[in-house]
């Protein structure tokens, strides 16, 4: 593949850590539409792509990303409202948290002794879970009691290397 002399300037405008896979990517690409020159315009607009890739890997890293387990039990009258609320207004324990940070997962222990749990911070470790809730449900005695195999499923997470914050809403 040739390069024109400017499209090799453009190029090394590209930060040095992806400049190489932006060479192999719009090399690549050209390839595909039969061509055999790059030229500064197919630079620009790999340069482009490339960097709204970076600007969401950035953004990416500074979310803090959280996940409510609540009692399979209690779900079945309660829609979660009451979490969300608090979540979304950061008060009682989603006060610390700031703008970047979301709820990637909202789910029940699956029932007694919480034999969901496992397979789920699993599945969420894979989309970078950070903290995992253990919704108030669980916690409090009142209409219903508090879960009694609620040390077995906390150090089920923490031993995931995912910090775990007791409650929600209360
Ligand atoms: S393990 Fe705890 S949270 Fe899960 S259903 Fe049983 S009582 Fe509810």
Redesign the pocket.
Known sequence: MEWEPDAEKELDKIPEHVRKMAKMGIEMSLEKKGKNVVTPEDVKEAASHFGALMETDEKDKKTTKIAVV?????SETCPGVACFKAFNKRKMHFGEYGPDTEIIGFFT?G????RRVFRLVDSLLKHGVDVVHLSSC?LMEGGYPK????DG?KQMILKKGVKVVEGTHH
């Open positions: 609540r009692c399979d039990i209690v222990c029932g007694c002794p919480g669980m879960c009694p195999h609620i499923i």
